[in-house]
């Protein structure tokens, strides 16, 4: 089975700031859009941000001024600033390719934004 291995998560206070990381098998990392994808308690998984196999990224809008997303080929691993952190941040986040694979998804690493 395919593992993306997420990491990075952890609590912090709102307006505070996290950086994850997802390192990718090599083959996946060079062939594939690579995105985040967040999951919040009860609602669906949904997408945040995407980095192309060329390095163009694209930020969920209402995020776009506070998170970022970025790469490093030479770790086969993206990343993801998240600023200005706020409560309804919290969730379980993911990294998978985009479109995502079923098959790919890992454990997550969760992000709590609580004072």
């Known amino acids: 089975q395919v593992q993306l291995v997420e990491s990075g998560g952890g609590v912090v206070r709102p307006g505070g700031s996290l950086t994850l990381s997802c390192t990718a098998p090599r083959d996946i990392f060079r062939s594939y859009a690579l995105g985040w994808y967040r999951q919040s308690s009860g609602n669906h998984r949904e997408w945040v941000a995407t980095i192309t196999t060329s390095g163009i990224t694209n930020i969920q809008n209402l995020r776009e001024d506070r998170f970022a997303i970025s790469r490093d080929i030479s770790k086969n691993t993206i990343y993801l600033q998240m600023d200005s952190l706020r409560p309804e941040d919290t969730a379980l986040y993911f990294c998978?390719?985009?479109?995502?694979?079923?098959?790919?998804w890992g454990q997550g690493t969760q992000v709590t934004v609580s004072s």
């Open positions: 998978n390719t985009v479109p995502f694979r079923a098959d790919y």
